[in-house]
Antibody
Framework: QLQLQESGPGLVKPSETLSLTCSVS??????????WGWIRQPPGKGLEWIGN???????YYNSSLKSRVTISADTSKNQFSLKLTSVTAADTAVYYC????????????????WGQGTLVTVSS | SYELTQPPSVSVSPGQTATITCSGN??????ACWYQQRPGQSPVLVIY???KRPSGIPERFSGSNSGNTATLTISGTQAMDEGDYFC?????????FGGGTKLTVL
């Protein structure tokens, strides 16, 4: 069974860059069946999609974050990563990495597995 | 921008049927998914492609999607079903989540 584990600093200063890594076990991020993504949840609030990456390197980003977000993949380490620049307190959230399983077409897919999430606080 | 609207809260008695709605413009033309999130836990997929249940999800969970509304129905609701429920769909190239519904089993 696929498992995901987020890692990275739990505290980031305003204006700096948030960097997280998701380690994948039980499967390969080179699989053509999945996209790999990041979703966040501010404390006490709802879910916000950040972006996805495919093993080929193609990406989809939330337009509201696109100017600050980079998602990359390291197939040799079976990991993918998130970088979010110029963070503010509004970026404080639990960050989840998750697997987007493709259906018959891209839009019929679904978020199949989620990591346990990691809380990132933006504060000086 | 595309929005999915859910009621903030739904209450149900144990053993009764809980219905959670998700509204969006022409949502029936898209695929809807539903995720359950128990307190302090990660979301779990309970319905995908409008009405399909992943392996391990009890049969009491069902879904439908037509017109502007997707619906999650939990028949014979149990105390363990308490939590937040989020609908999700794609709007062009953007994933959209509903604001979430807190299900309370009284």
């Amino acid at each position: 069974q696929l498992q995901l584990q987020e890692s990275g600093p739990g505290l980031v200063k305003p204006s700096e860059t948030l960097s997280l890594t998701c380690s994948v076990s039980g499967g390969s991020i080179s699989s053509s069946s999945y996209y790999w993504g990041w979703i966040r949840q501010p404390p006490g609030k709802g879910l916000e999609w950040i972006g996805n990456i495919y093993y080929s390197g193609s990406t989809y980003y939330n337009s509201s974050l696109k100017s600050r977000v980079t998602i990359s993949a390291d197939t040799s380490k079976n990991q993918f990563s998130l970088k979010l620049t110029s963070v503010t307190a509004a970026d404080t959230a639990v960050y989840y990495c998750a697997i987007y399983r493709l259906g018959d077409d891209f839009w019929s897919g679904y978020w199949d597995y989620w990591g346990q999430g990691t809380l990132v606080t933006v504060s000086s | 921008s595309y929005e999915l609207t859910q009621p903030p809260s739904v209450s149900v008695s144990p053993g009764q049927t809980a219905t959670i709605t998700c509204s969006g413009n022409k949502l029936g033309d898209k695929y809807a998914c539903w995720y359950q999130q128990r307190p302090g836990q990660s979301p779990v997929l309970v319905i995908y492609q409008d009405n399909k249940r992943p392996s391990g999800i009890p049969e009491r969970f069902s879904g439908s999607n037509s017109g502007n509304t997707a619906t999650l129905t939990i028949s014979g609701t149990q105390a363990m079903d308490e939590g937040d429920y989020f609908c999700q769909a794609w709007d062009s190239t953007k994933v959209v989540f509903g604001g979430g519904t807190k299900l309370t089993v009284l």
